[in-house]
């Protein structure tokens, strides 16, 4: 099997699987229940909260561990709002977020918020000028993605919260979900104050998550209970699912160091060979993050290539995971202004460590064959 539809999910590492399968086994005990069983289980949740901190240089008490980043961009988005409302109801994001951020926008229209959705270049990033333009004195929050999953387009997150930072009453939340491990971001140095991570991205587990929230944030939470994790996020921890996530952290923190170069090479090849099929647009621009690339085939519906690929235990996908059973028009390309024929056919290809340069040269072929056998059936 060649997978290549890791913006979706990874594989789980085997690692990663172990320590999940070992805390399982041997510290099931509850880390709020007063015995020494329970006693010990809280230890390992510290004990993998200083460890998450450490290799994201931030204070322990500053990470949330949550189910993924749908929940981890909720918390953050609703809990600023619902906590500073009385500041103002202004929130700021972009046309090209990820659906947990703009579901989560849209729905607090409904309680008497604005929100201004910022447009993007054909690149698929922000105007700072824009951004500029945009914020009022009753903005209390931004909300931008590092990486977007479609496209893989970088944002100007420094800039960002560089401009954020000098407005004492707005927070700045960025949704890292795509970036962790693939472009580095350095929490402290780029004035964010709220940032999601998700496990399944980095070959960790499904239902695993971490929300980054600066001491000085304070955010309504979403549940309400026992008073865990800062009494934002109350329910027993899932400790085996968060030793993993911080075990999944630490290996592609490593990858990213060691192995960076080795996925630009893949993406570059794939970028290269796919400009030379007539009849194929490229839609990731040329600065993007390493593991992704979006193409599109006018004139042939993405599922046709996709089912082809997949007869041949290939796996590649057309937009989001999110929202790729929903309308076949992708509205991260027609917000990058692409016409009709581009953004209702396009298709995306992701990387992970794990691939080869061998199976990027499999798929390129099967990839063109399926093109060539599509057209010749036209005819």
């Known amino acids: 099997m060649i997978y290549l539809d890791n913006s979706a999910t990874t594989k789980p590492d085997p690692a990663v699987l172990e320590s999940f399968n070992q805390v399982s086994r041997q510290y099931y005990g509850n880390p709020s229940s007063i015995h020494q069983f329970g006693g010990t289980a809280e ?20 990470l949330i561990f949550t189910s993924g980043g749908t929940e ?3 918390m953050a988005i609703k809990g600023v709002a619902l906590e500073h409302q009385n500041r103002g109801k202004h929130i700021i994001t972009s046309e090209i977020e990820h659906p947990s951020v703009f579901e989560a926008c849209e729905s607090l229209k409904k309680l008497g918020f604005e929100i201004t959705y910022l447009p993007v270049n054909d690149k ?15 903005t209390i929050l931004i909300s931008i993605m590092h990486v977007n999953n479609e496209i893989g387009s970088i944002q100007p997150i420094e800039e960002i919260g560089a401009i954020a930072g000098n407005y004492p009453k707005l927070f700045f939340h960025v949704d890292d979900v795509q970036g962790l491990g693939k472009v580095p971001l350095d929490l402290k140095k780029s004035g964010i104050d709220l940032c999601t991570y998700s496990g399944h991205k980095i070959h960790g587990l499904k239902g695993t998550g971490m929300l980054y929230v600066n001491k000085r944030t304070k955010l ?11 009494a934002l996020r109350s329910g027993t921890e899932n400790l085996a699912g968060i030793v993993a ?15 960076i170069a080795k996925m630009y090479e893949m993406q570059q090849f794939i970028m290269n060979e796919v400009k030379a099929i007539d009849g194929v647009n490229m839609n990731t621009p040329e600065e993007a993050a390493p593991h992704i690339v979006n193409i599109s085939v006018p004139g042939i519906k993405p599922e046709v290539i996709i089912h ?3 007869e041949q235990n290939i796996f590649i996908s057309t937009k989001s995971a999110c929202s790729s059973k929903l309308k076949d028009e992708s509205k991260v390309l027609a917000a990058c202004g692409f016409q009709a024929d581009r953004t209702t056919s396009a298709l995306r290809i992701s990387l992970s460590y794990d691939n080869t340069m061998e199976e990027i040269k499999t798929f390129i072929g099967a990839l063109k064959s399926a093109i060539s056998e599509f057209k010749k059936a036209l005819e």
């Open 72 to 74: 981890g961009n909720n």
């Open 124 to 138: 698929g990033v922000i105007s700072i000028s824009d951004l500029k333009a945009a914020i009022r004195d009753d």
């Open 43 to 62: 230890k390992l949740l510290i004990t993998a909260k200083k460890q998450a901190a450490e290799i994201l240089q931030v204070e322990k008490e500053e």
């Open 245 to 259: 996530m911080v075990k999944a952290l630490r290996l592609i923190k490593e990858k990213e160091k060691n192995e």
């Open 220 to 230: 309504f939470p979403l549940f309400h209970g026992g008073s865990q994790e800062s």
């Open 308 to 310: 082809m690929l997949g």
